[in-house]
């Protein structure tokens, strides 16, 4: 496939380019980046919509499974509940993430020292991996030895991953925890952008810091947080790492997101045909969700919003 | 990222040299007045943040006596590095050097490759390259996640499996299109009159790409650098996948073995915690400016 791409690229530069001769030469520095992206990303998408018809358990021969998966998998109350569960982790991670991301974007942005300082350690769980967290926060969690005990905060002592409601609100915590520090760098770059001229016409107009926050800032930083927002929600169907560690997906399967459904059907039970299924079903979420998001920031700013970010 | 998906190769970028300029005058005034919300908030998410840290060091230097006995958040009564020790008797150290090894070798030929891509898709015209633009720009949508079973499947067809370049491989692919989107945002940054002074002087394309564009891009190239750096120094799924023997495990994936296999020593488990952590540690307090624009890449320029 990429070979075909990369030999029908010059003849057709030849006919667009003819005037500016040396152009055409530079198609051909896109070869090794498409070949990489062609080869690993581009068929293996096609491929994954090739074995959500196939039969295979991850070791043998791959055979023709026909409909089968499709309809076992759409019929399996398994896949309402990862994706009910995708979509409430979604959704409740962005609102509880989105306000304080951008309360301390604009707190950060400030010119004071201690501001700066507070920064600094602020983006110190950006450091961590996923699996590095995860495991933290099971050792933190000990009710005998861990925080609870060492705060004296009673409440904290929990069987926060034996109970299912338990266990999903400390994935969204740790989801805030981990990833806040990036969004507020997002939100901390967009408050810096915004002109000076703006507050000024307002406090001339008698505005107080309040609506200014409210008719000034949060006006400005629209565009930022469409693309916060963006890479939170498309960010949110591969919280795959902290949750498999951190949970496995349980208990039960009150934990279970869809990527994490793919991997255990595939991987785990060997049916890698279903686990096909749910990962089409997951390509086409992801797609729906960028075009929705990219509607939100409207048609017409496209070019110098994103010289904006 | 998908608001990114509609930018045109060829239009240039109005307005956000002038805005930047503007920005830096703007803060001082402003940003005094929305102190006490501000702070207040400010100064619990630093508790939010610190606590669970100091826990994770403090712990990291108990013995075990002194995890059972102290109260958790009290400093060590005797410090000791021993579980450093124990972390480091497993194995770490090979874990550290195929981390090492897979970030390397994904991180510079994405770069590269992307580099090359982004220059000629700004600089040049034609059908072919709008198509190949787009199909980066639609791969940002994608959670290439999703991707994993064929591509295991295809690991193993070409024999790869169980080795280093199984992850390399993914890694660079799903690396490419945000890295060329953000560097052909900064080549088009440079301004067309220094590509025209070095056509009049007689340079190839190639040339200028490597004498003028790549200078010139630097900071953009050392940003883009870290940010897939880290993505691949703590990617999971990958190795996960498509690695099985414990001499090719790279640090995340040790990380979750050991724990697995010492889950009654919290502090040996915590000191693989800090002990994974301690290089990218090391680079943010060296260069902690590069390192937090390498972490939004772009996204706040």
Same mark, same amino acid.
Request: proline share 6%; hydrophobic share 50%.
């Given at each position: 496939?990429s070979?075909a791409?990369?030999h029908?690229?010059?003849?057709?530069?030849?006919?667009?380019?003819?005037?500016s001769?040396?152009?055409?030469?530079?198609a051909w520095l896109?070869?090794?980046?498409?070949?990489?992206?062609v080869?690993?990303?581009?068929?293996?998408?096609i491929?994954?919509?090739i074995?959500?018809?196939a039969?295979?358990d991850?070791?043998?021969?791959?055979g023709?499974a026909?409909?089968?998966?499709w309809?076992?998998?759409?019929?399996d109350?398994?896949?309402?509940?990862?994706l @009910?569960?995708?979509f409430?982790i979604?959704?409740v991670?962005?609102?509880v993430?989105?306000?304080?991301s951008?309360?301390?974007?604009?707190?950060?942005a400030?010119?004071?020292?201690?501001?700066?300082?507070?920064?600094?350690l602020?983006?110190?769980p950006?450091?961590?991996?996923?699996?590095?967290?995860a495991?933290?926060?099971?050792?933190l969690?000990d009710?005998?030895?861990?925080?609870?005990?060492?705060l @004296?905060?009673?409440?904290?002592?929990q069987?926060?991953? @034996?109970?299912?409601q338990?266990a999903?609100?400390?994935?969204?915590?740790?989801?805030a925890?981990?990833f806040?520090p990036?969004?507020t760098?997002?939100?901390?770059g967009?408050?810096?952008?915004?002109?000076?001229?703006?507050?000024?016409a307002?406090?001339?107009d008698?505005?107080?810091?309040i609506?200014?926050?409210?008719?000034?800032?949060l006006?400005q930083?629209?565009?930022?947080?469409?693309?916060?927002?963006?890479?939170m929600?498309?960010?949110?169907?591969?919280?795959?790492?902290?949750?498999f560690?951190?949970?496995?997906?349980?208990?039960?399967n009150?934990?279970?997101?869809?990527a994490?459904d793919m991997y255990?059907?595939?991987f785990?039970?060997?049916?890698?045909?279903?686990?096909?299924?749910?990962?089409?079903v997951?390509?086409v979420?992801?797609?729906?969700?960028?075009l929705?998001l990219?509607?939100?920031?409207?048609?017409?700013?496209?070019?110098s919003q994103?010289?904006g970010? | 990222?998908?608001?990114?998906?509609? &930018?045109?190769?060829?239009t240039g &970028?109005?307005g956000?040299?002038t805005s930047?300029?503007k920005?830096?005058?703007s803060?001082?005034t402003?940003m005094k007045?929305?102190?006490?919300p501000?702070g207040?908030g400010?100064w619990?998410w630093?508790?939010?943040?610190?606590?669970?840290?100091?826990?994770?060091?403090?712990?990291?230097l108990?013995?075990?006596?002194?995890y059972?006995?102290?109260?958790?958040?009290?400093l060590?009564?005797s410090?000791?590095?021993e579980n450093?020790?124990l972390?480091l008797?497993?194995?770490?150290?090979t874990y550290?050097?195929?981390?090492?090894? $897979?970030?390397?070798? &994904?991180?510079?030929?994405?770069?590269?490759i992307? !580099?090359?891509?982004?220059?000629?898709?700004?600089? %040049?015209?034609g059908?072919y390259?709008?198509f190949v633009?787009?199909v980066f720009?639609?791969?940002l949508?994608?959670?290439?996640?999703? =991707?994993?079973?064929p591509?295991?499947?295809?690991?193993?067809r070409l024999?790869?499996y169980d080795s280093?370049?199984?992850i390399?491989l993914?890694s660079?692919?799903?690396a490419?299109?945000?890295?060329v989107?953000i560097?052909?945002n900064?080549?088009?940054?440079?301004?067309?009159?220094?590509f025209?002074?070095?056509?009049?002087?007689g340079?190839?394309?190639?040339q200028?790409?490597w004498?003028?564009?790549l200078?010139l891009?630097?900071p953009?190239?050392?940003?883009?650098?870290?940010?897939?750096?880290l993505?691949?120094w703590?990617? !999971?799924?990958?190795?996960?996948?498509?690695t099985?023997?414990?001499?090719?495990?790279?640090?995340?994936l040790g990380?979750? =073995?050991?724990?697995?296999?010492?889950? $009654?020593?919290?502090?040996?488990?915590l000191?693989?915690?800090v002990?994974?952590?301690?290089?990218?540690?090391?680079?943010y307090?060296?260069?902690r400016?590069?390192?937090?624009? %390498?972490?939004?890449?772009?996204f706040?320029?």
């Amino acid at each position: 496939m990429s070979a075909a791409t990369t030999h029908r690229a010059p003849s057709e530069l030849s006919k667009n380019e003819l005037t500016s001769q040396p152009k055409s030469a530079l198609a051909w520095l896109t070869v090794p980046a498409l070949f990489f992206f062609v080869v690993f990303a581009v068929i293996p998408l096609i491929g994954v919509l090739i074995l959500s018809f196939a039969r295979w358990d991850g070791i043998g021969a791959i055979g023709a499974a026909g409909m089968e998966n499709w309809t076992s998998v759409l019929a399996d109350p398994d896949l309402y509940n990862s994706l @009910g569960l995708t979509f409430l982790i979604m959704i409740v991670s962005w609102l509880v993430q989105t306000p304080i991301s951008l309360l301390l974007g604009v707190f950060t942005a400030g010119t004071q020292r201690y501001r700066a300082a507070l920064a600094v350690l602020y983006f110190l769980p950006l450091l961590l991996s996923s699996a590095a967290v995860a495991i933290a926060y099971k050792a933190l969690l000990d009710p005998n030895f861990g925080l609870a005990m060492g705060l @004296g905060l009673p409440f904290l002592a929990q069987d926060w991953l @034996g109970v299912p409601q338990l266990a999903l609100g400390l994935i969204i915590f740790v989801i805030a925890w981990q990833f806040v520090p990036f969004h507020t760098l997002i939100y901390q770059g967009g408050v810096r952008q915004i002109p000076k001229s703006l507050y000024e016409a307002a406090q001339i107009d008698g505005a107080g810091t309040i609506k200014q926050f409210f008719h000034i800032t949060l006006p400005q930083l629209k565009y930022t947080i469409i693309t916060s927002s963006t890479l939170m929600v498309v960010g949110s169907l591969t919280y795959f790492d902290l949750i498999f560690v951190l949970t496995g997906g349980g208990p039960g399967n009150s934990t279970r997101i869809l990527a994490l459904d793919m991997y255990l059907r595939g991987f785990r039970a060997n049916l890698m045909g279903p686990a096909s299924v749910i990962a089409v079903v997951l390509v086409v979420i992801g797609l729906a969700l960028a075009l929705f998001l990219q509607r939100l920031g409207g048609k017409d700013k496209q070019g110098s919003q994103l010289e904006g970010m | 990222m998908s608001t990114l998906l509609k &930018s045109d190769p060829v239009t240039g &970028s109005p307005g956000s040299p002038t805005s930047s300029v503007k920005a830096k005058q703007s803060l001082r005034t402003r940003m005094k007045r929305l102190n006490i919300p501000g702070g207040l908030g400010g100064w619990i998410w630093l508790a939010i943040i610190i606590i669970p840290i100091y826990y994770i060091v403090i712990t990291s230097l108990k013995t075990s006596e002194g995890y059972f006995g102290q109260n958790p958040m009290a400093l060590p009564a005797s410090p000791t590095l021993e579980n450093y020790q124990l972390v480091l008797e497993a194995n770490f150290s090979t874990y550290f050097m195929n981390s090492v090894m $897979v970030t390397l070798g &994904s991180v510079i030929p994405t770069v590269l490759i992307s !580099f090359m891509a982004a220059f000629a898709i700004v600089r %040049g015209r034609g059908r072919y390259l709008k198509f190949v633009n787009g199909v980066f720009l639609m791969g940002l949508a994608i959670p290439l996640q999703a =991707t994993i079973i064929p591509i295991y499947l295809m690991i193993i067809r070409l024999n790869l499996y169980d080795s280093l370049l199984a992850i390399m491989l993914p890694s660079i692919a799903f690396a490419i299109p945000l890295t060329v989107l953000i560097l052909s945002n900064f080549i088009r940054d440079v301004p067309n009159e220094l590509f025209e002074s070095m056509r009049l002087d007689g340079c190839s394309d190639w040339q200028t790409m490597w004498r003028l564009a790549l200078p010139l891009t630097r900071p953009a190239i050392v940003t883009v650098a870290i940010y897939n750096g880290l993505h691949v120094w703590n990617g !999971f799924l990958l190795p996960l996948v498509l690695t099985q023997s414990p001499e090719l495990r790279v640090l995340p994936l040790g990380l979750w =073995t050991f724990q697995g296999e010492f889950s $009654v020593n919290i502090p040996a488990v915590l000191a693989s915690v800090v002990l994974s952590t301690l290089p990218i540690l090391v680079i943010y307090v060296l260069g902690r400016r590069q390192l937090v624009s %390498g972490l939004t890449a772009g996204f706040s320029k």
